[in-house]
């Protein structure tokens, strides 16, 4: 697996509307692979649970957020701890249908499988 050097997925960590009442969140560090199989992103969320992540795909843009629940949360103000928050638009050839997710250790791995169409196939030659 090879780090994508050309951007399959668009960053919209800036584009995000404003929501009421809403912490402070900031853009989590991510790397973005790619194989021949599928896409892989995986965001470091320190201190983030799965009972305190969501992942969602609507229209064509996949965001997560996660919220710390660290021994840090609950010395300080929720106020002045920030979540973590970010979105991609996701590229055509993308199997929506197939995309999972795993959390461990605060690292998160979202599988983006590419559909048939877009994956390497090898072409019969027929003898003639």
């Not at 965001?63 to 949360?73: L, N, P, Q, V, Y």
């Not at 002045?80 to 249908?97: C, H, K, M, T, W």
């Not at 877009?118 to 003639?128: H, N």
């Amino acid at each position: 697996m090879k780090m994508s050097t050309d951007r399959n997925l668009t960053d919209r960590a800036e584009s995000n509307p404003e929501k009421i009442q809403q912490r402070p969140a900031v853009p989590p560090a991510v790397d973005i692979y790619e194989s021949a199989e599928e896409l892989l992103v995986v965001a470091d969320l320190p201190g983030v649970t799965q009972d305190r992540l969501a992942i969602r795909l609507e229209k064509g843009e996949l965001s997560f957020e996660g919220r710390r629940t660290d021994a840090a949360e609950r010395e300080q103000s929720a106020d002045n701890l920030p979540d973590f928050r970010r979105s991609f638009v996701v590229p055509q050839g993308i199997d929506a249908e197939k995309i999972s997710a795993e959390l461990q250790a605060g690292v998160l791995r979202i599988h983006l499988p590419k559909s048939a169409s877009l994956k390497p196939r090898q072409i019969p030659i027929s003898a003639g």
